[in-house]
């Protein structure tokens, strides 16, 4: 039983709680400003990693950095409670930003073909950390009112789906305490600042990426019977792949085959030997996903058979599974708890019900450990809400997550995320064991 004494502390601490917020405000503005304009690319995100590593040693955690890369891991023990895991993905894209912010980023890097790219938070990222921080500040002020183990995870490499993968590889769950939770947000670029959303069940989806080498038999563009043409092969395999998720795939299975891009020959009157395409695939459900690549196996070869191709000219499939990124599902109890406290915070008109997407996202690995651990993410509404409300009223569309156009209104988006994710940690922290 609460007794009144509890009942006025409870009371106080969330009349109080946005005022600590804003006192903290300025510093996590200032981190956002230079995360944004010093981002770096996955597996190379040292000096983000140094930061992340330095903010939390200073807020008073146990640190371990370089873990599963440049992963980075704080472990606060408040007395005896749950487990709770935080993380944050920390790093950017290869993108010119044209955003045209005066704290816009202006680093550039060599790509793997030695050309100049430009790198850029524009997935939000930089959000996502000073978000983290601001939380795990918020969550020591306020220590004397939960108790528990608080583990503060800063993942690398998420936009090429390698950094979860690598932390639980080297023990994320077996060299600290295993979470009883796992929480995460992540911005939205449809979602006004000020407000968040929720997902119950599958947030976002199974991610594959492969790769097709179509094969024939080369010759003179002016005797095509003398050939077998790989580039009509292709063509027929680009259409034919289309009836995998219209007529193979259950219609009440949401799943996406698309083929993103396709490169054959060198010259207006020679036809090739090969043909390449490459492939996105996208689905909730795993026994999707395996019929989507049984299907891509068996179309593709159907078709050179029946161009009379012989066994050694049949078609490759390439299934990158370091780069294979399942869905991730939020379990609908621990959803429903994050959305009780996120309504508590910023009050039910700031918290809306999101539909599931077809982007990928490696926090789902998380939740498909042997331990089996509860996760949820949820989405942090970034757009500047006049911007948001203009494209409402004239139909015309707003820059999308990895638009070199991108920019969050971020104090507003911040002092939602720290708000919403330390009330979240608060309640499941203090919540019945």
Same mark, same amino acid.
């Given at each position: 039983?609460?007794?009144?004494?509890?009942?006025?502390?409870?009371?106080?601490?969330?009349?109080?709680?946005?005022?600590?917020?804003?006192?903290?405000?300025?510093?996590?503005?200032?981190?956002?400003?230079?995360?944004?304009? *010093?981002?770096?690319?996955? *597996?190379?995100?040292?000096?983000?990693?140094?930061?992340?590593?330095?903010? !939390?040693?200073?807020?008073?955690?146990?640190?371990?950095?370089?873990?599963?890369?440049?992963?980075?891991?704080?472990?606060?023990?408040? $007395?005896?409670?749950?487990?709770? /895991?935080?993380?944050?993905? =920390?790093?950017?894209?290869?993108?010119?930003?044209?955003?045209?912010?005066? *704290? %816009?980023?202006?680093?550039?890097?060599?790509?793997?073909?030695?050309?100049?790219?430009?790198?850029?938070?524009?997935?939000?990222?930089?959000?996502?950390?000073?978000?983290?921080?601001?939380?795990?500040?918020? !969550?020591?002020?306020?220590?004397?009112?939960?108790?528990?183990?608080?583990?503060?995870?800063?993942?690398?490499?998420?936009?090429?789906?390698?950094?979860?993968?690598? /932390?639980?590889? #080297?023990?994320?769950?077996?060299?600290?305490?295993?979470?009883?939770?796992?929480?995460? !947000?992540?911005?939205?670029? $449809?979602?006004?600042?000020?407000?968040?959303?929720?997902?119950?069940?599958?947030?976002?989806?199974?991610?594959?990426?492969?790769?097709?080498?179509?094969?024939?038999?080369?010759?003179?563009?002016?005797?095509? +019977?003398?050939?077998?043409? &790989?580039?009509?092969?292709?063509?027929?395999?680009? !259409?034919?792949?289309?009836?995998?998720?219209?007529?193979?795939?259950?219609?009440?299975? &949401?799943?996406?085959?698309?083929?993103?891009?396709? +490169?054959?020959?060198?010259?207006?009157?020679? =036809?090739?030997?090969?043909?390449?395409?490459?492939?996105?695939?996208?689905?909730?459900?795993?026994?999707?996903?395996?019929?989507?690549?049984?299907?891509?196996?068996? =179309?593709?070869?159907?078709?050179?058979?029946?161009?009379?191709?012989?066994?050694?000219?049949? &078609?490759?499939?390439?299934?990158?599974?370091?780069?294979?990124?399942?869905?991730?599902?939020?379990?609908? #109890?621990?959803?429903?708890?994050? #959305?009780?406290?996120?309504?508590?915070?910023?009050?039910?008109?700031?918290? @809306?019900?999101?539909?599931?997407?077809? %982007?990928?996202?490696?926090?789902?690995?998380?939740?498909?450990?042997?331990?089996? @651990? &509860?996760?949820?993410?949820?989405?942090?509404?970034?757009?500047?809400?006049?911007?948001?409300?203009?494209?409402?009223?004239?139909?015309?569309?707003?820059?999308?997550?990895?638009?070199?156009?991108?920019?969050?209104? *971020?104090?507003?988006?911040?002092?939602?995320?720290?708000?919403?994710?330390?009330?979240?940690?608060?309640?499941?922290?203090?919540?019945? #064991?």
């Amino acid at each position: 039983m609460i007794g009144s004494s509890s009942i006025v502390s409870v009371s106080a601490q969330a009349e109080n709680f946005d005022a600590s917020v804003m006192k903290s405000m300025p510093k996590l503005e200032q981190l956002y400003t230079h995360l944004h304009q *010093y981002p770096e690319l996955s *597996y190379q995100e040292k000096n983000t990693s140094a930061r992340m590593a330095k903010e !939390l040693s200073q807020l008073g955690f146990d640190v371990t950095d370089n873990f599963g890369g440049y992963g980075v891991v704080g472990i606060y023990k408040n $007395g005896t409670g749950p487990v709770l /895991m935080i993380r944050a993905d =920390i790093d950017g894209l290869p993108i010119i930003e044209q955003t045209g912010k005066s *704290y %816009a980023s202006k680093v550039t890097t060599l790509d793997e073909h030695n050309n100049t790219v430009g790198i850029m938070h524009g997935c939000g990222h930089d959000i996502h950390m000073t978000s983290f921080i601001g939380t795990a500040e918020q !969550l020591m002020k306020h220590k004397a009112d939960w108790k528990g183990t608080l583990m503060m995870v800063a993942q690398p490499a998420e936009e090429v789906g390698g950094g979860a993968k690598a /932390m639980l590889k #080297q023990g994320l769950f077996s060299q600290f305490p295993t979470p009883d939770n796992v929480i995460g !947000l992540h911005v939205s670029a $449809g979602i006004p600042a000020g407000k968040v959303g929720v997902v119950s069940g599958y947030a976002l989806a199974n991610v594959d990426s492969v790769d097709i080498t179509i094969k024939g038999k080369s010759g003179h563009g002016a005797y095509p +019977h003398l050939t077998i043409d &790989p580039v009509v092969l292709a063509a027929r395999t680009v !259409l034919a792949l289309q009836t995998i998720p219209s007529r193979e795939v259950s219609p009440l299975e &949401p799943n996406v085959v698309t083929v993103g891009s396709i +490169h054959g020959g060198s010259k207006h009157n020679i =036809i090739s030997n090969q043909v390449k395409l490459q492939l996105t695939l996208r689905s909730y459900n795993p026994e999707v996903r395996e019929q989507q690549i049984a299907a891509i196996k068996r =179309i593709t070869k159907g078709i050179a058979i029946s161009a009379g191709l012989p066994d050694e000219l049949m &078609p490759e499939v390439y299934v990158h599974d370091d780069e294979t990124i399942p869905s991730t599902y939020n379990e609908p #109890q621990l959803a429903a708890k994050v #959305q009780a406290s996120i309504e508590t915070e910023l009050g039910k008109q700031n918290v @809306v019900i999101a539909p599931p997407v077809m %982007a990928g996202e490696d926090f789902g690995l998380y939740g498909r450990t042997d331990q089996n @651990v &509860p996760i949820t993410l949820f989405w942090l509404g970034a757009v500047e809400p006049a911007a948001y409300q203009a494209s409402l009223d004239s139909g015309e569309g707003l820059p999308s997550l990895h638009s070199s156009l991108f920019a969050p209104d *971020y104090p507003l988006t911040i002092k939602t995320g720290v708000r919403a994710m330390t009330r979240t940690a608060m309640d499941l922290f203090n919540q019945k #064991q």
